[in-house]
Every structure is written in structure tokens, then in C-alpha cells.
């Protein structure tokens, strides 16, 4: 079956950078976009951006202009989002997603919780 | 950008009621990209239907969409216990996704 596994959860200090990592397995991983959606406390969803893990083509919402990075490793199946110049404001549950041929997100990881304070 | 936005914030139903969802756009959005997605607490989304009217692998029937153009509807005929969560939208446009802020459907 499908499946999206997300690193852990981290804390970090504002300016600093995190990267969250999403394991996928269960399908072809060159076949689907991985795209990023984030969640503060108590808020609604936010798109982030996505990747296409066949030739590492990205787009990226135009909220986070220079902060976010999206990049993916071929030989484990594993998409990356780098998230830097951290600020509390980035404090939030970070979710993989795969997007199919209908632009919606079918399957979710675990989500991973990022808290930025000082 | 696309903005959808969301009626009602919250709607308090009881088990067995319908509950029906606005999701309206900004501008006119495809009917190819419109999504809607069940989140409980802690958990992540679920796929509910794409398409605008397409029901998602194993998602019961009572759950059904409906609308074209910058209206869209999601329906519940009949509600279960486990359908009290919060509900979104999500579109595609021009290489970019967004969500509506979401409704709420709590138990009255």
C-alpha cells in the first residue's frame, strides 16, 4: 500500500533551518508528485510547493520567497523540504502529500511538528 | 492566486441530519481541479473527492460534490458519528494549489 513516512519532531531557534524528510514506498516514486502543506496551530491548510521526483522540477508558493527547497533522493524514494531563516511564525504541523493527474493530494504522511522559539 | 472561501465557519448538526458545504472561488476554477478533504483532530487530511464530484477510493456515498464554475458544493445525505470534523477545499490553478479556510461540523 501507499505509504508516507515524515521525519520526526523538531524544535529550533528562529534564524536557524530544518529540513523534514518524507520516506515514500508502495508505488512508483519517479510516477507522482510529492507536494508540501503546512499547518499552523489552530489554522487551516497551507500549500507550500511541490516536486516532481522524475527530474527534480519544483514550484514553490510565492509566501516563502527564498526560504523553502525541495529536492529528492531517486535511489530511497525520499522527498526533502528545507525550510530556512526560521521564525516563530513557521511553527507548524509539516505534511508530504502525493498529488495525481487531478492536482489533489490522495495520501498524506504522518505529519511532522516544527516549533520555532527561542 | 485563487481564493476559495469556505461557509458556513461552523455548522452544529445532530447524527442523522444532512449537512451541505459552500466552497466559492474567486474566479472560475476547472471542475477537473476541485478537491475536498475530512481532517479529524491529529490527524492528517483525507481525500474525500476530487474532480468536483468524484468520491475518492473507499469514501461512502453519502459523501458526494456537486457545483462547477466558482460554486461548489459538498453534501453529507445522512450524518455518521465519525463524519463530525472539519472539512476543506482545495483547487489547482496556473501551478499553484489553495485551500479554503475550512468548515467545522460539530455535533449540536
Known amino acids: 500500500q501507499v505509504q508516507l513516512v515524515q521525519s520526526g519532531a523538531e524544535v529550533k531557534k528562529p534564524g536557524a533551518s530544518v529540513t523534514v524528510s518524507c520516506k515514500t514506498s508502495?508505488?512508483?516514486?519517479?510516477?507522482?508528485?510529492i507536494h508540501w502543506v503546512r499547518q499552523a496551530p489552530g489554522q487551516g491548510l497551507e500549500w507550500m510547493g511541490m516536486i516532481n521526483p522524475n527530474d527534480g522540477g519544483t514550484i514553490y508558493t510565492q509566501n516563502l520567497p527564498g526560504r523553502v527547497t525541495m529536492t529528492r533522493d531517486k535511489s530511497t524514494s525520499t522527498v526533502y523540504m528545507e525550510l530556512s531563516s526560521l521564525r516563530s511564525e513557521d511553527t507548524a504541523v509539516y505534511y508530504c502529500?502525493?498529488?495525481?493527474?487531478?492536482?489533489?493530494?490522495?495520501?498524506w504522511g504522518q505529519g511532522t511538528l516544527l516549533t520555532v522559539s527561542s | 492566486e485563487v481564493v476559495l472561501t469556505q461557509s458556513p465557519g461552523t455548522l452544529s448538526l445532530s447524527a442523522g441530519e444532512g449537512a451541505t458545504l459552500s466552497c466559492r472561488a474567486s474566479?472560475?476554477?476547472?471542475?477537473?481541479?476541485l478537491a475536498w478533504y475530512q481532517q479529524k483532530p491529529g490527524q492528517a487530511p483525507r481525500l474525500l473527492i476530487y474532480g468536483a464530484s468524484r468520491r475518492a477510493i473507499g469514501i461512502p456515498d453519502r459523501f458526494s460534490g456537486s457545483g462547477s464554475g466558482t460554486d461548489f458544493t459538498l453534501t453529507i445525505s445522512t450524518l455518521e458519528p465519525e463524519d463530525f470534523a472539519v472539512y476543506y477545499c482545495?483547487?489547482?490553478?496556473?501551478?499553484?494549489?489553495?485551500f479554503g479556510g475550512g468548515t467545522k461540523v460539530e455535533i449540536k
Open positions: 508502495g508505488y512508483i516514486f519517479t510516477s507522482y508528485h
Open positions: 474566479q472560475t476554477i476547472s471542475n477537473s481541479y
Open positions: 502529500a502525493r498529488g495525481n493527474g487531478w492536482y489533489c493530494l490522495d495520501n
Open positions: 482545495q483547487q489547482y490553478d496556473r501551478s499553484s494549489l489553495t
